[in-house]
């Protein structure tokens, strides 16, 4: 019996490192993608430009793309870009330059150009579904240049760029300053047709923002799609407010003015937040009831605010954050509903999940009756915590 044991285990041993010596092979194959960018031409031809980590420790061939050469550090990536009349064929020359197979499993995210963007990005969706082992799951950006200047773009932060924006995405997702879009919400997007498409984007940042604050990448926008074409952004405050719809709020600061004097500034900082949406129908018309609950803690004020001694101040400035969040959705609103005609809200799932047989009778022409829904908004701000100090020293 151990005679045969014998025999059994030493036959998986064999196997294991036959296995092992199969999978170094096929590795030095592949180059392994971290992030992948798209554009459109001037002359009609798409542009892919891939992130790729080297294979060595060895110095070669990285982009600066603008920066100081003696001021970058050592990169751990290779930058490569290929034109082609297709997607395919671009991948395909891409393949042929690289002399590997691209590995796209590892990708941490896509970068679509504005030009393309606004062309339509239906083929992209489907390309990337459909093949070279891009997981569902893989962010989408949109950039409001090209998309090649993102992912050449070296960073003194991190030898590896890819790492870096990965971490400002899921930050400023946090804060509701954008969203995170994915390849499978993308597709799912465009297969419901009634319901507007957003994207965060991205951008680089100018030399004076880099100089003052070190920050190469600016993720704090959203981009509005209508079908798969880019037709619009929202800036960074309108991206905040569509946010508070969302229920996707779990961090950052908002500034309010003081009660006592408009041009003295409070900071809070937000702790969560929630939105409840309700659709109501009357017989004849729709609307949209929001209801809006957020915690926050004041992490600096100046005046004569002492809300440990007098709980009405803490009142007052739940007051004025009510009415700064109220004010900044309608302003949302209104702009997608006038400027955008497209629904980023999903106002009109939400009147399907209640109201499945009118939403039969109305679907077709959600896009013609969004616009003039009514939408009430209703804000419930509670500050926990004034801080460790009860009022400013001056």
């Keep these: 019996m151990k005679k045969y044991l014998y025999i059994i285990v030493l036959f998986v041993i064999m196997i294991s490192f036959s296995g092992c010596k199969n999978v170094k092979r096929d590795i030095e194959k592949y180059a392994m993608v971290l992030s992948t960018g798209y554009d459109y031409t ?17 110095q070669t061939g990285g982009a600066t793309n603008g920066m100081d050469k003696k001021q970058s550090l050592p990169s751990e990536v290779v930058i490569y870009t290929s034109i082609g009349e297709t997607i395919n064929k671009a991948y395909d020359n891409l393949t042929s330059s690289l002399g590997q197979e691209p590995y796209f499993s590892h990708n941490k995210f896509i970068v679509i150009g504005k030009n393309l963007a606004e062309k339509g990005i239906d083929l992209i969706i489907d390309s990337n579904l459909r093949g070279h082992e891009v997981r569902p799951n893989t962010p989408l950006l949109v950039a409001k240049g090209e998309a090649s200047e993102i992912i050449k773009q070296l960073t003194p932060m991190d030898t590896i760029p890819a790492n870096i924006i ?78 508070w719809i969302k229920t996707k709020v779990e961090a950052g600061d908002v500034v309010i003015n003081s009660p006592e004097d408009e041009k003295e500034k409070i900071t809070l900082e937000i702790l969560n937040s929630k939105c409840k949406t309700t659709p109501i129908f009357d017989g004849n018309n729709y609307s949209i009831k929001l209801d809006i609950t957020q915690r926050s803690n004041i992490v600096s004020m100046v005046g004569e605010h002492d809300p440990m001694n007098d709980y009405k101040v803490l009142d ?26 497209v629904d980023i809200f999903n106002f009109g799932e939400v009147i399907h999940r209640k109201y499945p047989k009118q939403w039969k009778v109305i679907k077709e022409e959600w896009d013609q009756i969004f616009p003039h829904i009514l939408v009430e908004v209703k804000v419930k701000s509670s500050i926990k915590r004034p801080g460790l100090i009860s009022k400013p020293a001056i």
Excluded: C, P
């Excluded at 400002?168 to 047709?193: C, H, P, R, S, W």
């Excluded at 079908?227 to 905040?240: Q, V, W």
């Design 166 to 243: 990965e971490n400002i995405i899921i930050n400023q997702f946090e804060k509701g300053l954008t969203v995170i879009t994915n390849l499978k919400d993308m597709y799912n997007g465009l297969a419901i047709k009634t319901a507007g498409i957003t994207t965060g984007v991205i951008y680089v940042a100018d030399e004076a923002d880099i100089a003052h604050n070190g920050n190469i990448f600016i993720v704090d926008e959203i981009a509005i799609f209508k079908d798969d074409k880019l037709i619009g952004f929202l800036n960074k405050e309108e991206s905040r407010a569509l946010m």
């Design 316 to 341: 007052e400035l739940e007051k004025v954050l009510d009415k700064r969040i109220e004010e900044d959705i309608k302003n949302v609103i209104k702009k997608v509903q006038k400027d955008y005609d």
């Design 42 to 58: 001037e002359d009609n031809k798409y542009k892919l430009t891939i992130q790729v980590l080297k294979t060595s420790r060895e």
